[in-house]
């Protein structure tokens, strides 16, 4: 058995109104960087798992995402995963 570090991205999906990611872009334009352009705010979270292969792995991480990490409705998702050695 393998431990496996998992980081998993989670952000607003596109047309979903993100009130901080409005407000990180509203700051930075009246701070003097007003190049910056269409600021998305979202969560990151590492976690390990201990498993016989990747595969397993992802599985957990899907069936996690669906049950409690992720809101579908609002939410999409990206994870990586790498063996800790």
């Known amino acids: 058995m393998a431990t496996y570090l998992v980081k998993v991205f989670i952000s607003y ?26 600021v998305r705010v979202g969560k990151y979270i590492t976690m390990e798992i201990e498993a016989d292969s990747v ?10 995402a669906k049950r409690f990490l992720v809101n579908p409705v609002i ?4 994870y990586e995963v790498e063996e800790v050695k």
Request: no cysteine; glycine share 8%; hydrophobic share 30%.
């Open 13 to 38: 999906r596109k047309g979903v109104l993100d009130p901080q990611g409005v407000a990180v872009e509203k700051a930075a334009h009246q701070l003097g960087f007003t190049k910056v352009r269409n």
């Open 55 to 64: 595969e397993e792995v992802k599985r957990e991480v899907e069936e996690m």
């Open 75 to 78: 939410e999409e998702y990206t």
